[in-house]
């Protein structure tokens, strides 16, 4: 098969996709979106001719236009605009976990700094404020007390971003000093980790400790369903474990990282991840074949009563 690959960086990750994809003989047509520009006609050479797209783009907003130009071109694309646009928003991917009824963590978006500070008395201590935007644990605060709430709102209204201006403030989840990935491929979960850290912040990218994690029914569930929640593909479905029992799911990654997870565990999760594509692709051509079939019968019919009058 043929497959672009829209980056600005190749990761670790990347590597192990571009190492598997060609050992496996495919073609691989890497696009650098800091040069490449995307017309409303057609799309940027050679991604047009390609049989699926993966969307690696580190900045949050390129991903999103980038996955949404690939649509409108009708160039398949892993992931969707749609699954881009829920899981690089917070808010949109707390809502999409609650409409769907997944147990998530309270959250509470507010606007002002006086709102939010509200929010945050509301929660009591400590509780947490995330930038809707972002990842790695980056500016994301937690709350011991409201002076440092004060101090904190006041940063972001000062100093932030406008994006810094939407305050997301969730419950403190007590979590037993680590948090769980599970990496799935609409919904099939390819293998899962945990993150153990003395710090709250428990994400690979602080340097947390890995570890395998073997699934249970209950993990193995909840991340189908979160990955139905955003609309389905390359996913890490991140969850805490409540202190009574449980599970909570506090983020979906779309352009997600998995170099840490490949050293934790003894699967090649790259290879998993090329055997979907590679699954994925044929499906499609298999509809097309039958859509073509369909058309050509629908064309027959079409001309059968023509025929029959001669
Ligand atoms: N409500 C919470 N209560 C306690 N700990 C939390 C809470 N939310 C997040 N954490 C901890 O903070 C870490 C980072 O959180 P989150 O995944 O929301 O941030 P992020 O910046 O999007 O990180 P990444 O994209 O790398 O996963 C989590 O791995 C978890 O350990």
Not at 17 to 28: A, I, K, T, Y
Not at 37 to 54: H, I, M, N, Y
Not at 104 to 122: H, M, Q, R
Request: proline share 5%.
């Amino acid at each position: 098969m043929e497959v672009g690959l829209l980056y600005s960086r190749i990761r670790p990750d990347e590597k192990l996709l571009l190492s598997e994809l060609r050992e496996r003989g495919h073609e691989v047509h890497k696009v650098d979106v800091r040069k490449a520009t995307f017309g409303l006609d057609a799309p940027p050479e050679p991604l047009g001719d390609c049989d699926v797209v993966l969307d690696r783009c580190l900045a949050t907003s390129r991903s999103k236009y980038a996955s949404r130009f690939m649509a409108h071109y009708d160039v398949p694309v892993v992931n969707s605009p749609e699954t881009a646009k829920t899981c690089s928003d917070k808010v949109e991917t707390s809502l999409a976990l609650a409409e769907a009824g997944i147990p998530t963590p309270e959250t509470t978006v507010a606007f002002t700094k006086e709102s939010a500070l509200d929010a945050i008395e509301a929660f009591g201590y400590p509780c947490v404020l995330k930038p809707v935007v972002g990842s790695w644990g980056r500016l994301m605060a937690k709350l011991e007390s409201r002076s440092a709430a004060e101090a904190v709102l006041e940063h972001k209204e000062t100093l932030g971003h406008y994006e810094h201006s939407v305050f997301y403030v969730q419950q403190f989840v007590q979590k037993p000093g680590r948090d769980l990935r599970v990496l799935t491929v609409d919904g099939e979960p390819i293998a899962a980790m945990s993150r153990t850290s003395d710090h709250w912040l428990t994400n690979a990218a602080t340097g947390a400790e890995t570890a395998s994690f073997d699934l249970d029914p209950e993990v193995e569930k909840l991340a189908k369903q979160a990955s139905d929640a955003v609309g389905g593909g390359l996913l890490g479905v991140d969850l805490m474990e409540l202190e009574n029992g449980g599970y909570t799911v506090h983020e979906v990654n779309h352009t997600v990282e998995f170099k840490a997870l490949n050293a934790a565990v003894d699967v090649n999760v790259a290879a998993k991840v090329v055997d979907w594509l590679e699954a994925k692709v044929a499906a499609e051509a298999a509809d097309d074949a039958e859509a073509d079939d369909t058309d050509a019968d629908d064309a027959d019919a079409d001309t059968a009563p023509a025929e029959v009058g001669q």
